[in-house]
């Protein structure tokens, strides 16, 4: 399983030398197995440039669009690079989008009010390709080879996490969860979500003193990162959803405060994800 890191950070976009190393696109991460079709978590941003990047190599070879996206909730980090994802322009695309069932009407209803006119120039029905919208609630269904696990995790709104597992490696994707008050106590879904994967990708917006202003604002702590992922027997950790107020130099010395941490020690690597990078993970 490779995984790809097209967008790294929370919140808002960033731009400017100062974010050269873990990159200023939001939420958007690439899931390949062998030759199946992609599964994307999340529509941040970074899913402009997996667009990008994606569609030559599909139109070089007479092929469009077959993909899967998981969004784990509808902030704007999480969704502003649907409209701009350049591969649903051709004929005959199918995309399948997955995301929380929400309170305010159906998925489809509210993903259409946000792309749609006054926020965007035109509705989409009107991108050539299909996207077919599909409602979660906590469930386990298969994307190809891939078998997905759905849970709720604590945020401000409905927000699910996931687990994808394929070939025996598990991948889990917290990208936002709100951290309680004495930043240990685990939900039982978050523990489900994470035990024993190969990788947890997970919320680390905050430093301690960050959090104490910002307790409610749906995030977690470097710290508390790192207590999730060895708490489930996790093997890595990448810290991820980094703040727009850290730039590379506090990125680089949050990274290290999280791998010097006692609770770091039961993985085996903690890590900081950065736009661009892909993981390859075996068992
Ligand atoms: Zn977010
Ligand atoms: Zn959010």
Same mark, same amino acid.
């Given at each position: 399983?490779?995984?790809?890191?097209? !967008?790294?950070?929370?919140?808002? $976009?960033?731009?400017?030398?100062?974010?050269?190393?873990?990159?200023?696109?939001?939420?958007?991460?690439?899931?390949?197995?062998?030759?199946?079709? $992609?599964?994307?978590?999340?529509?941040?941003?970074?899913?402009?440039?997996?667009?990008?990047?994606?569609?030559?190599?599909?139109?070089?070879?007479?092929?469009?669009?077959?993909?899967?996206?998981?969004?784990?909730?509808?902030?704007?980090?999480?969704?502003?690079?649907?409209?701009?994802?350049?591969?649903?322009?051709? $004929?005959?695309?199918?995309?399948?989008?997955?995301? $929380? +069932?929400?309170?305010?009407?159906?998925?489809?209803?509210?993903?259409?009010?946000?792309? *749609?006119?006054?926020?965007?120039?035109?509705?989409?029905?009107?991108?050539? !390709?299909?996207?077919?919208?599909?409602?979660?609630?906590?469930?386990?269904?298969?994307?190809?080879?891939?078998?997905?696990?759905?849970?709720?995790?604590?945020?401000?709104?409905?927000?699910?996490?996931? =687990?994808?597992?394929?070939?025996?490696?598990?991948?889990?994707?917290?990208?936002?969860?709100?951290?309680?008050?004495?930043?240990?106590?685990?939900?039982?879904?978050?523990?489900?979500?994470?035990?024993?994967?190969?990788?947890?990708?997970?919320?680390?917006?905050?430093?301690?003193?960050?959090?104490?202003? =910002?307790?409610?604002?749906?995030?977690?702590?470097?710290?508390?990162?790192?207590?999730?992922?060895?708490?489930?027997?996790?093997?890595?950790?990448?810290?991820?959803?980094?703040?727009?107020?850290?730039?590379?130099?506090?990125?680089?010395?949050?990274?290290?405060?999280?791998?010097?941490?006692?609770?770091?020690?039961?993985?085996?690597?903690?890590? *900081?994800?950065?736009?661009?990078? +892909?993981?390859?993970? +075996?068992?």
């Amino acid at each position: 399983m490779d995984v790809t890191f097209f !967008g790294t950070r929370g919140s808002c $976009p960033c731009s400017g030398s100062d974010y050269s190393e873990f990159g200023g696109s939001t939420s958007c991460v690439l899931i390949e197995d062998g030759d199946d079709h $992609p599964l994307i978590l999340d529509a941040g941003t970074g899913l402009r440039t997996l667009g990008a990047w994606m569609r030559p190599e599909l139109l070089a070879s007479g092929r469009v669009l077959q993909a899967t996206i998981l969004l784990t909730h509808l902030h704007y980090d999480h969704l502003l690079g649907l409209p701009f994802f350049t591969p649903l322009l051709d $004929p005959g695309a199918k995309l399948d989008l997955y995301g $929380p +069932t929400q309170d305010a009407g159906s998925l489809e209803e509210v993903i259409q009010a946000a792309v *749609s006119p006054p926020f965007f120039p035109i509705q989409m029905r009107e991108f050539h !390709g299909d996207v077919t919208l599909h409602s979660l609630d906590e469930e386990e269904f298969g994307v190809g080879t891939m078998s997905v696990m759905s849970r709720w995790v604590p945020h401000v709104g409905p927000t699910l996490g996931y =687990r994808i597992e394929a070939g025996g490696v598990v991948v889990a994707y917290l990208p936002d969860h709100q951290a309680p008050l004495d930043r240990d106590l685990i939900t039982d879904g978050v523990m489900e979500l994470c035990r024993d994967a190969d990788l947890v990708i997970h919320d680390s917006q905050y430093d301690d003193d960050e959090f104490v202003g =910002r307790s409610d604002w749906g995030h977690s702590t470097v710290a508390y990162a790192v207590h999730v992922a060895a708490a489930a027997g996790a093997r890595a950790l990448k810290l991820f959803h980094h703040d727009p107020s850290h730039d590379d130099d506090r990125l680089f010395e949050l990274e290290a405060f999280a791998a010097s941490l006692p609770s770091a020690h039961h993985l085996e690597s903690v890590t *900081s994800a950065r736009e661009g990078q +892909t993981i390859l993970l +075996t068992r």
